[in-house]
């Protein structure tokens, strides 16, 4: 099943958080992250390896057949930092500007702070490579923010997830199978019912489980797109997903009902199991997963049915004050 390319709110502060740690490490291990973001951002990205007398000849990175060129620096601790980054940007352009005649940007990446000597380096280089020189090139410094924006950001989320191993809500829930739901129900596509056909969650129910005033809203809001969730299910190629899903939503449930009795804090656990922490960050995926857990407190999978309903059907309902 296809993974989504959408990134929300509160899935980009999180891989951005972990952009962030990656960027606070020194010297190789910067490189090394720098190099692994490269590789899965220009599909034709090569690093090549020093050899014999030959080196890297100052290479970190070539891409774009061959057009733009990296150099990375991990900063060093150390009294002349910023002397010492200003070598740096100088020797490694020296370095390359002769022996890889193929390239037409050059891009400095590094987590070093830039002051006024390193960011002279890069300003002397972009002169004396400007548009009227006889070899112009484009001449950028990336900075930690640079790269997130303009390289990581862009990434598509199974990348970013191999990137960053451990997503959040990917460990509780099968994210993968219900991602391509959420996507669906914020897309507007399919169908949706806006005439006030969907009655409300029942409210017996609510009332049993003692809910909130604002869950209820939240619920009845959500249940106005339970045609839309009710024809992807039925258009699932995987036989049984519905079943599987409400086997899982239900064993979630009995977890946090383990955790806390206040309805309100199970139903927000749920809300994160779904669709990640800080759910509510993100307007419309907030909207998908309220109406996914409308859906399944619906189909009685999670929160337990009135008294005389679950006799009805034979199910055992614990007393509602547990709940």
Avoid at 65 to 87: F, H, I, N, W
Avoid at 131 to 149: A, G, H, I
């Amino acid at each position: 099943m296809e993974v989504s390319r959408v990134l929300t709110a509160n899935w980009l502060d999180w891989y951005h958080g972990r952009h962030q740690q990656e960027c606070f490490k020194s010297g190789s291990q910067f490189e090394d992250y720098v190099e692994k973001v490269l590789a899965r951002f220009h599909d034709d990205f090569i690093n090549p390896v020093p050899t014999g007398r030959f080196g890297d000849k100052g290479c970190d990175g070539l891409a774009e057949s061959g057009t733009v060129m990296y150099a990375c620096y991990g900063q060093r601790p150390g009294r002349d930092a910023e002397r010492e980054l200003s070598k740096k940007i100088r020797s490694d352009f020296d370095r390359v500007v002769d022996q890889w005649p193929s390239f037409r940007t050059w891009r400095f990446v590094t987590n070093a702070p830039v002051g006024p000597l390193a960011t002279q380096a890069i300003v002397d280089i972009q002169g004396a490579h400007g548009p009227e020189s006889l070899r112009p090139l484009k001449v950028r410094l990336m900075n930690p923010e640079k790269l997130w924006c303009e390289v990581v950001s862009t990434l598509d989320t199974v990348v970013l997830n191999e990137l960053f191993p451990g997503a959040p809500g990917i460990a509780n829930v099968e994210l993968e199978d219900l991602i391509p739901l959420l996507d669906k129900l914020g897309s507007g596509a399919g169908p949706v019912d806006t005439g006030g056909a969907v009655l409300p969650v029942p409210a017996s129910k609510m009332d049993f489980n003692a809910l909130s005033e604002a869950n209820r809203v939240e619920f009845n809001e959500g249940r106005l797109l339970a045609p839309r969730i009710d024809d992807w299910y039925t258009s699932s190629s995987e036989p049984g997903l519905f079943d599987v899903h409400g086997a899982r939503f239900r064993a979630l449930y009995e977890q946090a009902r383990a955790v806390t009795t206040a309805p309100s804090e199970i139903i927000e656990r749920l809300y994160a199991a779904v669709a990640g922490p800080n759910v509510r960050m993100d307007a419309t995926r907030a909207n998908a997963a309220f109406a996914v857990l409308s859906y399944f407190f619906d189909s009685c999978h999670i929160f337990e049915m009135p008294t005389d309903a679950g006799s009805a059907s034979g199910v055992e309902v614990p007393d509602a004050s547990t709940n």
